[in-house]
């Protein structure tokens, strides 16, 4: 199984990006798939995410609003638009894979099997 996360970048505050997030090893459609995310010198947090039976997706309170998570399971794809970007949404943003975590799960790392390497997002003037 690989996740590979890209679409990262330097945007200004108030800016948008699109992270992707492509996954390959995994059966189509069967695994829930969400965004972490890790500041300097934080803890790896909860973005946004689905189980693998679920098309409604669950959201951090700081993000919610402003960013967007779906997938796209006929290209295992899991994507992450991100809107009206502020410096606390500074990090490296992380994609993760499970067939079998619960909603009440999604917000915790151990819950999750597969991580993709990260892709860094600045958001600076």
């Known amino acids: 199984v690989q996740l590979q996360a890209s679409g990262g970048g330097l945007v200004q505050p108030g800016g948008s990006l699109r992270l992707t997030c492509a996954a390959s090893?995994?059966?189509?459609?069967?695994?829930?798939m969400a965004w972490f995310r890790q500041a300097p010198g934080k803890e790896r947090t909860f973005v946004g995410g689905?189980?693998?039976?679920?098309?409604?997706?669950a959201y951090t309170d700081s993000v919610k609003g402003r960013f967007a998570v779906w997938r796209d399971n006929a290209k295992n794809t899991l994507y992450l638009q991100m809107n009206n970007l502020g410096p606390e949404d500074t990090a490296i943003y992380y994609c993760?894979?499970?067939?079998?975590?619960?909603?009440?799960?999604?917000?915790?790392?151990?819950?999750?099997?597969?991580w993709g390497q990260g892709t860094q997002v600045t958001v600076s003037s």
């Open positions: 993760a894979a499970s067939p079998s975590v619960i909603r009440s799960s999604l917000a915790s790392q151990t819950a999750w099997t597969y």
């Open positions: 689905f189980t693998a039976n679920s098309g409604y997706p």
């Open positions: 090893g995994l059966a189509r459609g069967r695994y829930g």
